[in-house]
């Protein structure tokens, strides 16, 4: 199985540079670096939408999906508050009878 090869911001940064600034095809390009045309092309797309967010690495995660996460994690502690009162506010009641 062939092994998953990682390049680095820089080098992705540098790949898009010869296709936007230097005037390089993307076939050209992805020759001269050894790489397949499709990465440049994907790489190009993903600086276009993401700009300074791009190519964050492995596991880091853009504010938005930050933000989403955390808020995931404040629902599902509020539910388990949630639940608690409930309980106990069965258990006072019995306990009032």
Do not use: C
């Amino acid at each position: 199985m062939k092994e998953k090869k990682i390049y680095s911001k820089e080098f992705k940064l540098d790949a898009i540079s010869l296709v936007k600034d230097q005037g390089y095809t993307r076939i050209e390009a992805a020759e001269s670096l050894g790489i397949q045309r499709q990465l440049i092309g994907r790489w190009i797309k993903e600086h276009e939408n993401e700009g300074a967010e791009s190519f964050r690495g492995q596991g880091k995660l853009s504010p938005e999906l930050l933000e989403i996460r955390r808020l995931k994690e404040e629902v599902k502690r509020l539910k388990m508050e949630k639940e608690i009162l409930k309980k106990a506010a069965v258990f006072f009641a019995q306990e009032t009878k």
